[in-house]
């Protein structure tokens, strides 16, 4: 469950974070000032309230509108609205790290791009993200296992992941060592490759000696 | 080449003054013009000018009778048509050697894989990089990296090439070979503008000199005439203690 909630936060919190990227680099006030205004608003404020206004108040409230709107009741499962939380959340981070990585490239790149006749677009497409990337993976790669490990706090909503299962376990049993130590090795099982993975696409977009 | 410039001025900030009224036109016949000058003088900020890579606070640029075009698409169309190399950093770091000239040839000038890569080989081969084809930027020579930027900037056969120092950053035997190349280019009749703190290069390639000093063109004259009987006792200083040594 744990490894299911955070591949599929992981998914989309690069697509929206990419999103984000994109409106913080519009030429466009507007968008620059909406972007700018969630990531102050997500890394101001606590994960774990985040989760609690998500599910009480948002998800709730979007329930009823549904049921007005159109006179269909829903319920949103607490798995998906935890999975919706954290890339809301991780996407913040994952913008401001992308955001760094693409104004890392020097302005003599952009020149370069132009003086060969490319547009901005085409800059950005095939010269700047593609040396980006490789500057973002090691930051990337750690928020990443903040996901895994932050998935731990949706126990709260009750997603039945690692963390609440475990803890349902010591409950019964009374065997916090027996429980809690495993506990924290299985998410070591889960982040360490994290970082292999991580390691070896940095050494694949190698390019500068 | 004939390029006209008028009351051409380049303003970044009040404390800032790249060019200032500029006035000149190249003769008819220049195919080689050449830019000198003391550093800071002006000659990069009006190389960029009249390569359509900046726009000029004041004033016109004409290639040809045809004034430049200073809205965005119309500049980039006619930055497609030239090519330009600079000092360093020219070529993308991701990019192998002949992928940097593919670029270009694929994505700006629509040629399709095939026919790019044919002439993206020709021209690493011409500029004696045939073996180094595969190898990024960083595994080359200062030198080698600025005969593949040279190959990128000529692969689309542009009808104006303009270098800005590019031996500038190169140590003399690298100098040598970039020269070489560019020597080269002089001769197989390209139209090139470049600027150059090596003399005894410019005096043998140019056509035409100019020289630029505190944001201005002190003088455009041939390269015997501003080498041998300087019009301007400022230009006699600045030969006397480049030439010195």
Redesign the interface.
């Known amino acids: 469950m744990t490894l299911l909630i955070s591949a599929i936060a992981a998914g989309i919190s690069i697509l929206l974070g990419a999103i984000l990227t994109a409106a913080q680099l519009a030429s466009v006030k507007m968008t620059r000032l909406l972007a700018r205004g969630y990531i102050e608003l997500i890394r101001g404020t606590p994960l774990i309230t985040q989760i609690v206004i998500g599910y009480y108040v948002f998800s709730v409230a979007l329930e009823e509108k549904i049921l007005i709107l159109f006179s269909v009741r829903v319920e949103f499962a607490p798995f998906w609205v935890g999975i919706v939380i954290l890339s809301a959340f991780s996407a913040a981070y994952l913008s401001e790290i992308f955001r760094g990585g693409i104004e890392s490239i020097g302005k003599t790149q952009w020149e370069s791009g132009r003086a060969i006749g490319l547009s901005d677009f085409q800059i950005y497409r095939f010269v700047v993200i593609p040396q980006a990337i490789r500057r973002v993976l090691p930051a990337s790669a750690g928020l990443f296992a903040d996901l895994v490990k932050n998935s731990s706090l949706l126990y709260i909503i009750a997603v039945h992941e690692f963390f609440m299962q475990t803890r349902g376990a010591v409950a019964n049993s009374y065997a916090s060592i027996e429980g809690y130590i495993p506990l924290a090795i299985g998410y070591l099982i889960i982040t360490l490759p994290i970082s292999l993975i991580s390691r070896k696409l940095e050494a694949r977009f190698k390019y500068e000696h | 080449m004939n390029i006209e410039v008028r009351d051409l001025s380049k303003i970044y900030a009040p404390s800032s003054v790249a060019l200032q009224d500029v006035n000149f036109a190249t003769a008819a016949d220049t195919q080689v013009l050449v830019f000198i000058g003391p550093s800071g003088g002006g000659k990069s900020t009006l190389l960029r000018l009249l390569?359509g890579?900046e726009s000029p606070t004041t004033g016109e640029i004409f290639h040809d009778h045809t004034q430049l075009d200073q809205r965005t698409a119309p500049l980039?169309?006619f930055?497609?048509k030239n090519g330009?190399l600079?000092q360093q950093?020219?070529?993308?770091?991701?990019l192998t050697a002949l992928e940097n000239i593919l670029?270009?040839l694929v994505?700006?000038?629509g040629q399709t894989s095939a026919n790019a890569e044919k002439t993206a080989l020709a021209g690493l081969d011409r500029f004696g990089l045939a073996d180094h084809s595969e190898k990024?930027p960083?595994?080359l020579s200062g030198g080698q990296q600025q005969r593949v930027g040279l190959a990128?900037?000529m692969a689309h056969e542009p009808e104006l090439l303009i270098l800005d120092e590019p031996t500038s950053a190169l140590d003399p035997e690298m100098k040598a070979e970039v020269l070489e190349v560019i020597e080269e280019l002089c001769e197989s009749g390209q139209r090139i503008i470049f600027s150059t703190h090596e003399m005894g290069f410019a005096k043998a390639a140019a056509d035409e000199v100019l020289f630029l000093a505190e944001g201005t063109v002190l003088a455009t004259a041939t390269p015997k005439e501003i080498f041998e009987n300087p019009s301007d006792p400022r230009i006699a200083t600045f030969l006397e203690r480049v030439m010195k040594w």
């Open positions: 390569g890579l980039r169309s930055r497609q330009f600079f950093f020219n070529l993308f770091p991701h670029l270009p994505e700006v000038h990024r960083g595994e990128r900037a």
